[in-house]
């Protein structure tokens, strides 16, 4: 079945600066993958998403990008603020199984 | 307003003692799901359905049981708790069977001494 890694599980930058977390998954029939964002008590939010047959999706200040030969994405934020520190969870849709395979998370924390 | 609603939010309980966390929606989706997150490893589904009637196990589903009698409802049940089952759990939905937009409750903290 699907397997996804995350990388880094903890990331600490400072506020203005990009942040990058990295997935890989090992199932190339998957072909859709979110991020969620999970903040201190509350419950995953999905924040974007992207299908396979695209390969980078932007909305403001959040990008992914989707590398299918590679079986990596990635979420970019750019010009963080302290509200961007969250736990971020990718994850990629097993259609075999019909659930969401989720990465382990990453907490990241923005510094003022 | 849109939601997913899970009852209760906290619940402490004892070994053996049978409960169900209810969980219901109100955006006439076909999709249900529970998951448990524990610290280190992420999110893990335990049971989905697919539409009335419709359940299948996920990967943690041992345990537990789930039951879907009408759209909106999917409760989870634990006939005889124990304390591994001490987790944060959440119920989710999405409109159709594809997984997109899944969209999660706020959760049900559940303690099993």
């Known amino acids: 079945g699907e397997n996804v890694e995350q990388h880094p599980s903890t990331l600490s930058v400072q506020e203005g600066d990009s942040a990058v977390i990295k997935c890989t998954y090992s199932?190339?029939?998957?072909?859709?993958f979110p991020w969620y964002k999970q903040e201190l008590g509350k419950r995953p939010q999905l924040i974007i998403d992207?299908?396979?047959?695209?390969g980078e999706k932007k909305d403001q200040r959040i990008a992914v990008t989707l590398n299918k030969t590679a079986k990596h994405f990635s979420l970019h934020i750019t010009e963080t603020q302290p509200e961007d520190s969250a736990v971020y969870f990718c994850?990629?849709?097993?259609?075999?199984?019909?659930?969401?395979?989720f990465g382990s998370g990453t907490r990241l924390l923005v510094r003022p | 307003e849109a939601q997913v609603t899970q009852n209760p939010r906290y619940l402490i309980t004892v070994t053996g003692k049978k409960l169900t966390v209810t969980c219901s929606q109100n955006?006439?989706?076909?999709?249900m799901s529970w998951y448990r997150q524990d610290p280190g490893l992420g999110l893990r589904q335990i049971y989905y359905?697919?539409?009335?009637?419709?359940?299948d196990k996920g990967d943690v589903p041992e345990g537990y049981k789930v039951s879907r009698k009408e759209k909106r409802n999917f409760p989870l049940i634990l006939e005889s708790p124990s304390p591994n089952q001490t987790s944060l759990y959440f119920c989710?939905?999405?409109?159709?069977?594809?997984?997109?937009?899944?969209?999660f409750g706020s959760g049900t903290q559940l303690s099993v001494l």
């Open positions: 989710a939905s999405s409109l159709g069977t594809g997984g997109e937009k899944l969209f």
């Open positions: 199932d190339s029939a998957s072909n859709y």
């Open positions: 992207i299908r396979s047959n695209v």
């Open positions: 994850a990629a849709w097993e259609d075999s199984s019909y659930k969401l395979i």
């Open positions: 955006m006439n989706h076909e999709y």
């Open positions: 359905s697919m539409n009335v009637e419709v359940t």
